[in-house]
């Protein structure tokens, strides 16, 4: 339960005290006004007493008193009504507040931590002993106060305010105190008046209230005499005359002072009055600078009311008449009321400003502490000397009287044990009782002698008489069904039991139950039930069982009282987070039990500190109803106070957590937000625009691209694709660019890329580099891609969207000393579109539906250079009319909570102060507990109206990477900056765009297609330097940089061909047509990349405005398939930039290409070897094989292969030896053709252009017209083909010349032997049907023979995926040696050659031997010289040779030994010599090579060439 200021032992005695009148002449009344005080309220701060005193009881024994305090009132002769009371009940419970700007008490529990109090105490594991131990802290540190002072003040006042009943005399009066002046003409006499009006008061029958203990009632006389201005001397004299009269026991003169104190007095009186006259302001206990604290003294006054008649302010009290008729709590002292929640409830307001008045009023200015002694000794005197003995003579007689009618023993004490000690009589329960509280005993009636005796004992705090009086007396009422007297009888002796020192009973709750029940169900009392379970609440949770007092109080909430249903609710919840095992559940649910409680009573302040505590435990535990429910409270009630930053912060909650609301419920909390927001927003309508929590805005996922949106396509022209925010981002690409950047700024810088090169970022989001200031140009728009998602479910509609930013004023071209910045913002003017430095696009109207994720691109468009900073973005936030609503009120469904429903947007509005019901009932819940709709104080006349517009902004903040390169970096969290939204203005640049006409999307392989680019600079710079990269090469052509070699149109022959063709004889179609060019003229051999291409624009300037359309020629892939080209444009100013050096335009090409013709290429040596030495004695047989793959799907009816060239440094093709029948190849689907060629080394004249780079082409022209192949297009991708199967190969290419080669690798050496690096070119046409048009499409394939006898192709080779493979460990091998040339490659270093007659006649009649001549022909393949050895000496010695070809015989020298230079051909005169006819073998001779200056220890056999047969006839 709360912790509050008193013990449970204080509380109870102060609860129950003796009762004094007081009855004042007109002339002391008017001296104690004088200090704004009236006698009672001026002797109350002191009516305890500070010592202990001594009494005797009925057997004669010592009883000791302590903390004695009495009341003493003035007298009222009419009961207080019912409903001033609980007016005055809300009053004293709306003017005691938490106090504001301490620090909250945090009670952990379990995984809670709550703030429950106004001061910092914390709780923690183990709980129990550590919250023992606080408890017993706050219970004695005199500087903390209640956790709640509302419970506290209401508790008091409702004890107060109880009119004293017939079937008990707890509050009846004991005394009554006369008092006079001595300033009265007679003060005897006036006495003598006092005396006769108390006693008609009490004796007759015209008045029934106040009520008296005793017909004798205890009389005694007060003299006051005021030193500053009576006559001391008359007072002495008056006095003592009243001690003649009345006894010096019975009388009294009281002196004090009625003089303000002089202005120059220091002395400091404390004010003790104002903690009794203001006890409903709790809120401003503080403790006083000189010591006197009011709340923490042990013996401290508790239990007067602030709102009693005493305590009231002169003003009001002036009003009331002496003759005892009017009451405070009488409904004529106090503005009409309906009751407690009627609709003329006091607003809080009126009772906190007339409590400021009250407190603003001094008291007691002009007494003394001399004077405060006197009043004390006065107390203490009464009490001694007249109250107390009374007391004790009264029990005495009750004793006797009892004693006597009952005819028992002289002392209770000894009748009580027969009293128990006989057999009991089983009680009767309460259902069997009927007509209980009918049953009205007399005055004199022994029973409430009993009682009386009883409750005397009880006030004197003798609990044991007091026990056995209440013990007996229950018995005889419950043996009277006199109900009504019984529940009193039992709560009393429960509470002695309690107050009993040291006692052995064990605390008898059950008599609280029982008293509680009679109380509520029988009597219909709720008053006195309400007071006992306070009282057995108390007691229980003193003795930690909070759960039964948790019970107590939740079984007296009812519909009757509001107020009391929230206090006891409140205090039920406290119970529970107190105990042992703290049960915070509970305690959240009846906390906001409380809080619907508070608001329905129009404690609004109450209600909004019980949900706000409530929402401690529920907030963030996946309650969202509920949590929905109590935030909507909390920003109702927060509204309803003014406290409209707290209204807001509720309303946010609802909106931007995962709400599980149907549609409407949530279409009307938003309503509610738009509204309140827009309250807040018109008190401060010129402050900044505060931050809106719809719709939820992904800042991370935030894109900004810089530049204009292309052109979209027109026609036969494409546009370049660029880069747009349409484009997915894939990281694989974007390296991708970035190399091909950083390839052409290489080139750009001479071969190296500088330190400060960044790649140009168009589009920058969470995934590229962001950590530098990305660079923007001045007219050119930046936009912003923001995605926003609706949580909810009803649409949201945002009006005037648009950019929040910030821009400096920057001439980068000055240095930062002389550039004078400045700034500008739209900031405060959100909707300015126009400004002199940024122009901003607004979007009127943007919807987003129900739970979707939508993406608003918002631009802004730089004038000037500068700095830039885009802060977020701004917009007007309103719904959508979609509910429809009849007679002002919308029918969509309520809240749900646990089946119950509540609607949040059917508010029907009364008058400030009214209280409304709620339209829709609540089903499922108690009358006691049901969460209805709390409608409150209406704020609007009419609902929040849909299509609510209020403006506001949500910043775009963007957390950079997260850092991990250093260790402190990877041991940490820290993160890098992203620089996304801040990009810097530079000054104009030129601006390129690129259009592609007739650009194909399918081609066949190798396929030349002819299309062209146009190029526009959009912008008001010329641009230079004009650049294309690409990672294919061979895709694409701009020809060559001689305009002789490029063909001027696309109608260079009959057929329309790209090529540049030439008709020929076909007489003179046997040989090759040669031509030789420099592969610089292609743009080879440059020293720069091969993907780099020069684009040739006109004076390597576009100007501005201008567009230049320039040719290009495409040849399809050899691969099939879909291909993506990559084509990045380099570009720059023809000034100098400070922040940007170049610009850049990427496009992207998609090409479907099918199979068109597969070409196998072999070489080997040709047997013809000249015998003179020619040129040509190096030659080689070139056999194609070419096949028709290409599927019937591309609609191809048939190829033609319509010329077949060469191109190479050494070798060209030299005639075609294919039958002259069969030159034009046509291949049909899946037909095949082979084609043989001779190809011989360069002459000498064109050895000559070898030397200097040139290449060599040679056309073999299979039909009626000559492709030249040394020209565009053919050259371009010939040369583009070659270096770039050269680069993926990574074979440095080596030019031959004269001389010995560096290197001495022999292996090497012996490669280049067979090597040819012969390039074949083979044309083809397509005739393809489309659309019932016969269309002819023309292109080329490659094939690169490299060495001989290896066959080359076409197609690429395609690696197959190697499996993976079983782990397996080895020993490191050995240091590799150098590879060794195999024994095949050193038989061909030599090519061999016979010359001689096919028939030789011979007549061996005449001469026997035939001597026939034989030239040897030796040819050295290599480039380096070689040892040669002939053998003349090896015969065939097997029979089958001799058997067939026969024996002969070489005449002269059988050895040579010569040395071949390199391509070197050497002749040896031979003679063979034949004995007789036949057919013989002359390839008898055995010739051995090995490479010169070649540590070679044996020559290697050289293969000889076919069998050199010759036929010897005999004439």
Request: aromatic residues 10%; glycine residues 4%.
């Given at each position: 339960m709360a912790q509050c200021v008193q013990s449970v032992q204080e509380f109870i005695q102060d609860t129950f005290v003796p009762m004094v009148a007081v009855l004042c002449s007109e002339a002391a009344e008017s001296s104690t006004r004088k200090n704004n005080l009236s006698f009672a309220e001026m002797v109350r701060p002191f009516c305890r007493l500070?010592?202990?005193?001594?009494?005797?009881?009925?057997?004669?024994?010592?009883?000791?008193?302590?903390?004695?305090?009495?009341?003493?009132?003035?007298?009222?002769?009419?009961?207080p009504q019912q409903t001033a009371i609980r007016k005055l009940l809300s009053e004293v419970v709306s003017?005691?507040?938490?106090?504001?700007?301490?620090?909250?008490?945090?009670?952990?529990?379990?995984?809670?931590?709550?703030?429950?109090?106004?001061?910092?105490?914390?709780?923690?594991?183990?709980?129990?002993?550590?919250?023992?131990?606080?408890?017993?802290?706050?219970?004695?540190?005199?500087?903390?106060?209640?956790?709640?002072?509302?419970?506290?003040?209401?508790?008091?006042?409702?004890?107060?305010?109880?009119?004293?009943?017939?079937?008990?005399f707890l509050h009846h009066y004991l005394a009554c105190m006369l008092v006079a002046s001595s300033r009265d003409s007679d003060p005897v006499d006036q006495f003598l008046k006092l005396s006769q009006e108390q006693h008609r008061i009490q004796h007759s029958s015209d008045y029934s209230f106040p009520k008296w203990f005793i017909p004798n009632t205890l009389k005694y006389y007060v003299l006051l005499h005021d030193v500053s201005e009576g006559e001391e001397q008359r007072a002495e004299s008056v006095y003592e005359e009243m001690k003649q009269r009345y006894g010096s026991q019975g009388c009294y003169l009281l002196k004090f002072n009625s003089r303000l104190p002089s202005s120059g007095t220091d002395e400091q009186i404390p004010d003790p009055w104002s903690h009794y006259l203001n006890r409903n302001n709790l809120q401003n206990q503080e403790i006083c600078e000189d010591g006197f604290v009011p709340l923490v003294n042990k013996n401290k006054e508790n239990s007067t009311n602030a709102l009693e008649l005493d305590g009231l302010d002169s003003s009001i009290n002036d009003r009331i008449p002496n003759d005892f008729k009017s009451h405070l709590f009488q409904e004529d002292g106090f503005v009409k009321s309906g009751g407690l929640d009627g609709p003329n409830r006091p607003k809080p307001e009126m009772v906190n400003d007339s409590i400021k008045q009250n407190t603003s009023t001094a008291h007691g200015l002009s007494l003394t502490l001399t004077d405060h002694d006197r009043i004390r000794q006065f107390i203490q005197e009464f009490t001694f000397r007249g109250l107390l003995p009374h007391i004790e003579k009264t029990i005495r007689q009750l004793n006797d009287q009892l004693v006597s009618r009952k005819g028992l023993s002289r002392s209770l004490f000894t009748a009580t044990k027969k009293w128990f000690s006989g057999s009991k009589v089983p009680e009767k329960t309460l259902n069997e009782l009927k007509n209980a509280s009918s049953i009205l005993y007399p005055p004199e009636a022994p029973e409430l002698q009993i009682r009386k005796m009883a409750d005397l004992c009880f006030l004197v705090q003798h609990y044991d008489l007091a026990y056995s009086c209440y013990h007996t007396a229950k018995k005889d009422f419950l043996n009277d069904q006199a109900m009504l007297y019984a529940a009193g009888a039992l709560?009393?002796?429960?509470?002695?039991?309690?107050?009993?020192?040291?006692?052995?009973?064990?605390?008898?709750?059950?008599?609280?139950?029982?008293?509680?029940?009679?109380?509520?169900?029988?009597?219909?009392?709720?008053?006195?039930a309400e007071r006992c379970t306070l009282l057995s609440a108390e007691i229980l949770k003193s003795q930690a069982k909070y759960s039964e007092a948790a019970t107590l109080l939740i079984r007296m909430t009812s519909e009757d009282s509001d107020l009391r249903s929230a206090l006891l609710l409140e205090q039920a919840a406290h119970c529970f987070i107190n105990m042992r095992t703290p049960m915070v559940r509970k305690f959240a649910f009846h906390m906001i039990l409380a809080g619907h409680r508070f608001a329905k009573a129009d404690q609004r302040k109450h209600a909004l500190r019980c949900y706000s505590q409530a929402m401690q435990v529920y907030k963030g535990k996946g309650w969202s109803l509920a949590e929905d429910h109590i935030n909507f409270t909390i920003g109702r009630q927060s509204f309803t106070l003014r406290q409209l930053d707290n209204a807001v912060s509720a309303f946010r909650h609802i909106l931007i957590n995962d709400s599980k609301q149907t549609a409407a419920q949530q279409e009307a909390f938003l309503r509610e937000y738009l509204y309140v927001y827009k309250s807040v927003n018109q008190l401060s309508p010129d402050g900044p625009l505060p931050q809106l929590p719809l719709p939820y805005i992904n800042s991370s996922a935030t894109r900004v691209f810089f530049g204009h949106d292309r052109r979209p396509s027109e026609g036969e022209k494409q546009a370049a694709t660029h880069v747009s925010l349409d484009q997915e981002y894939e990281r694989e690409a974007s390296q991708q660019w970035k190399e091909l950047e950083e390839q052409v700024v290489a080139v750009v810088n001479k071969g190296a890329v500088p330190l400060n090169f960044q790649p140009t970022q168009y589009c920058l989001n969470t995934q590229t580099d962001n950590l530098r200031f990305p660079v923007a140009v001045v007219e050119e728009p930046v936009t912003v891609e923001v995605v926003f998602k609706n949580p909810l479910k009803v649409p949201l509609l945002l009006k005037d969207l648009s950019l929040l930013w910030k821009f400096n004023f920057r001439d980068f071209n000055r240095s930062p000393e002389e550039d004078a910045k400045q700034s500008i913002s739209n900031e405060k003017a959100a909707d300015l579109k126009t400004s002199p430095g940024i122009a901003t696009e607004v979007i009127s109207e943007f919807q987003i539906n129900g739970e979707e994720t939508k993406v608003a691109r918002l631009k802004l468009l730089p004038h000037q250079t500068g700095e830039l900073r885009i802060l977020g973005v701004v917009y007007n936030l309103s719904t959508v009319q979609s509910s429809p609503t009849q007679d002002g009120m919308d029918y969509s469904p309520g809240m749900q909570i646990g089946g119950s429903y509540l609607n949040a947007s059917s508010l029907r509005l009364g008058k400030s102060g009214s209280k409304q019901q709620a339209p829709y009932s609540l089903h499922q819940s108690s009358p006691s507990d049901q969460l209805e709709y709390f409608q409150g104080l209406s704020w609007t006349e009419g609902e929040a109206p849909h299509g609510l517009s209020v403006r506001g902004r949500q910043d775009l903040e963007i957390q950079g990477p997260r850092l991990n390169s250093t260790k402190e970096e990877k041991t940490s969290v820290k993160y890098g900056s992203d620089r996304r939204l801040d990009p810097i203005i530079t000054e104009a640049m030129p601006l390129l765009e690129v259009f592609f006409i007739n650009f194909p999307t399918g081609l066949l392989c190798g396929e030349i297609r002819k299309t062209y680019v146009e190029f526009v600079n959009v912008s008001k710079c010329p641009l230079?330097?004009?650049?294309?990269?690409?990672?294919?090469?061979?895709?694409?052509?701009?020809?060559?940089?001689?305009?002789?070699?490029?063909?001027?149109?696309?109608?260079?022959?009959?057929?329309?061909?790209?090529?540049?063709?030439?008709?020929?004889?076909?007489?003179?179609?046997?040989?090759?047509?040669?031509?030789?060019?420099?592969?610089?003229?292609?743009?080879?051999?440059?020293?720069?990349?091969?993907?780099?291409?020069?684009?040739?624009?006109?004076?390597?300037?576009?100007l501005p405005g201008a567009s230049v359309q320039l040719p290009m020629w495409l040849r399809g892939p050899d691969e099939e398939g879909v291909h993506e080209i990559n084509f990045l444009f380099y570009y720059e100013s023809t000034k100098p930039h400070s922040k940007l050096s170049h610009r850049v335009l990427r496009h992207t090409a998609i090409i479907c290409t099918s199979r068109s013709l597969s070409v196998k290429a072999t070489a080997c040596r040709s047997n013809v070897l000249e015998a003179e030495g020619k040129s040509d004695s190096d030659n080689l047989l070139v056999f194609l094989d070419v096949a028709n793959i290409n599927t019937s799907e591309a609609g191809v009816r048939e190829f033609h292969i319509i010329q077949v060239s060469s191109g190479s440094e050494h070798w060209k093709l030299q005639r075609c030896i294919n039958p002259t029948e069969d030159k034009d190849a046509k291949l049909g689907s899946r037909e095949r053709a082979k084609l043989c060629f001779r190809a011989i080394r360069c002459q000498n004249s064109e050895a000559t252009s070898c030397i200097e780079g040139k290449y060599i082409f040679a056309d073999i022209v299979l039909g009626t017209e000559q492709i030249i192949s040394a020209t565009t297009p053919c050259a371009d991708f010939f040369f583009q083909s070659c270096y770039a199967a050269r680069s993926r190969k990574m074979i440095p290419h080596t030019t031959p010349g004269p001389g010995r080669p560096k290197t001495t690798d022999l292996a090497k050496l012996v490669q280049m032997c067979s090597e040819v690096d012969l390039n074949v070119i083979v044309l083809w046409k397509a005739y393809v049907v489309e659309d019932n048009k016969q269309l002819i499409l023309e292109g080329q394939l490659h094939v690169a023979l490299e060495s001989i006898g290896k066959e080359a192709s076409s197609l690429?080779?395609?690696?197959?995926?190697?499996?993976?493979?079983?782990?397996?460990?080895?020993?490191?091998?050995?240091?590799?040696?150098?590879?060794?040339?195999?024994?095949?490659?050193?038989?061909?270093?030599?090519?061999?050659?016979?010359?001689?007659?096919?028939?030789?006649?011979?007549?061996?009649?005449?001469?026997?031997?035939?001597?026939?001549?034989?030239?040897?022909?030796?040819?050295?393949?290599?480039q380096i010289e070689v040892d040669v050895i002939i053998d003349l000496r090896h015969k065939a010695t097997s029979p089958e040779m001799l058997e067939i070809h026969g024996s002969f015989t070489w005449l002269g020298q059988t050895q040579y030994k010569i040395q071949l230079k390199g391509q070197e051909v050497y002749t040896v005169p031979l003679k063979a010599c034949f004995v007789h006819a036949g057919v013989y073998n002359l390839g008898t001779p055995r010739v051995f090579a090995r490479l010169a200056d070649q540590n070679v220890q044996c020559e290697t056999s050289q293969q000889n060439s076919t069998p050199a047969l010759i036929i010897i006839n005999n004439m």
């Open positions: 500070t010592s202990e005193v001594h009494m005797r009881d009925p057997n004669n024994q010592s009883h000791v008193i302590k903390n004695l305090r009495i009341n003493v009132t003035g007298i009222v002769t009419q009961p003017a005691s507040q938490p106090a504001e700007g301490l620090v909250a008490n945090v009670i952990t529990a379990g995984d809670y931590d709550l703030n429950i109090s106004d001061r910092s105490v914390k709780a923690s594991v183990p709980w129990y002993n550590n919250w023992k131990d606080t408890l017993m802290h706050l219970s004695s540190s005199k500087f903390h106060a209640a956790t709640t002072p509302w419970f506290e003040a209401y508790r008091e006042s409702f004890f107060q305010s109880m009119s004293p009943s017939d079937h008990e709560e009393m002796a429960a509470a002695s039991v309690f107050l009993q020192s040291g006692a052995q009973r064990q605390y008898p709750s059950h008599y609280m139950e029982t008293a509680i029940q009679t109380y509520k169900d029988l009597c219909k009392n709720l008053v006195l230079t330097g004009l650049k294309v990269v690409c990672k294919d090469p061979d895709f694409f052509s701009f020809g060559s940089k001689t305009a002789v070699l490029t063909p001027l149109s696309p109608t260079a022959s009959e057929n329309c061909s790209a090529y540049k063709t030439v008709v020929i004889d076909c007489a003179c179609t046997s040989s090759a047509v040669t031509s030789s060019v420099s592969p610089t003229d292609f743009g080879m051999d440059t020293g720069n990349p091969l993907w780099v291409t020069h684009v040739p624009l006109p004076d390597s300037v576009l690429p080779q395609v690696q197959e995926a190697q499996e993976m493979g079983l782990l397996k460990f080895v020993r490191p091998e050995q240091p590799h040696l150098p590879a060794r040339p195999s024994m095949e490659q050193l038989s061909h270093l030599i090519k061999i050659s016979l010359h001689y007659p096919e028939y030789y006649d011979h007549p061996f009649h005449q001469k026997s031997l035939c001597i026939v001549p034989v030239t040897l022909v030796l040819f050295n393949c290599c």
